[in-house]
Structure formats: structure tokens, C-alpha cells
């Protein structure tokens, strides 16, 4: 069924609020803000915590060599993230594995 034009006035962009709704939450401080970084964000000590259950180094989890330079790191990680990420069919805990060392590795 195609679709068909509105008849109806057509709605002032700057003036008439939006049908969506708009934010209306407290915009929150920067430690707020910091916090709710930290938490999403894989730190060092939440990555080691990770791996500290596996057997395999950062390096081997990647599948790179010791000498691999960062732009080497970031492709092996962007590779199996591609792989193993859950939006994309992959297993949830591969993908954090990935995560870990790869947030290991980057900040050396």
C-alpha cells in the first residue's frame, strides 16, 4: 500500500514542540557523568579482573605477536570484534574477552 501525503497544516519546526516529546531528566554533573564513563568503560583493573580467569595472554587472545605495533592491536580487535559481538550473533563472553585485552593492550 503506498503511502499517502498529509493534507493536514504542516508543522513549524521552530516553533511547535516536538511530537516525540522532549528531555526533560536533570542534566547531571561532570562526576556524574565520569562515573557512568567508568562503569561502561572496560578500566585495567576490570580488564585484568576478566582475563585473570583465562590462561591466554592479551597477545594470544588477539592472535598478534608481542612486537605488534598499535595500528597492528586495533585491526586484530576491530577483526574478532566484528566476529564475536553479540548484536552480531557472537558469544557475549569471547566478546569480553576481546574487550579486556584489547583495552590492556591499547593504553600500553
Given at each position: 500500500?503506498?503511502?499517502t501525503?498529509?493534507?493536514?497544516p504542516?508543522r ?6 516536538s511530537?516525540?516529546?522532549t528531555?526533560?531528566?536533570e542534566v547531571?554533573?561532570?562526576?556524574t557523568?565520569s ?5 561502561a568503560?572496560?578500566?585495567?583493573e576490570?580488564?585484568q579482573d ?22 597492528e592491536i586495533?585491526?586484530?580487535f576491530r577483526?574478532?570484534?566484528?566476529v ?8 557475549r563472553d ?15
Amino acid at each position: 500500500m503506498p503511502r499517502t501525503k498529509s493534507t493536514g497544516p504542516k508543522r513549524n519546526l521552530w516553533k511547535d514542540p516536538s511530537p516525540y516529546g522532549t528531555y526533560t531528566g536533570e542534566v547531571g554533573s561532570a562526576e556524574t557523568w565520569s562515573k557512568a564513563y567508568e562503569q561502561a568503560y572496560y578500566s585495567r583493573e576490570k580488564s585484568q579482573d576478566i582475563l585473570c580467569h583465562y590462561s591466554e595472554t592479551p597477545y594470544m587472545i588477539l592472535g598478534i605477536i608481542t612486537t605488534a605495533s598499535q595500528e597492528e592491536i586495533k585491526l586484530a580487535f576491530r577483526k574478532l570484534a566484528l566476529v564475536h559481538h553479540p548484536d552480531k550473533g557472537g558469544d557475549r563472553d569471547m566478546f569480553e574477552k576481546i574487550m579486556a585485552a584489547y583495552s590492556i593492550l591499547a593504553h600500553l
